[in-house]
């Protein structure tokens, strides 16, 4: 799978449940293979689509864009 591919399966995802999701719930919707995602395809996700991760008050991790 291309960079491309991944950052527009997530985007996808993402936009189509219109709200915040964690990694194991994008890898499932997605059907992805990896475990953990790439860390540099996340970090250029961030600048090319806007990808927002943050943590909540029990360590998840949620990804998400910014409120336009």
Known sequence: M????????????LRSF???L???????EAKLPQLFPNNQW???METDIGLLRWKDSHGIT?????KE
């Not at 291309?2 to 995802?13: G, L, M």
């Not at 949620?62 to 910014?66: A, L, R, T």
Request: hydrophobic share 25%.
């Open 62 to 66: 949620h990804w998400g864009f910014k």
């Open 42 to 44: 996340v970090h250029r």
């Open 22 to 28: 964690t990694w194991t719930e994008i890898r499932t």
């Open 2 to 13: 291309t960079y491309e591919q991944f950052r527009d399966k997530i985007e996808s995802i």
């Open 18 to 20: 219109g709200k915040p």
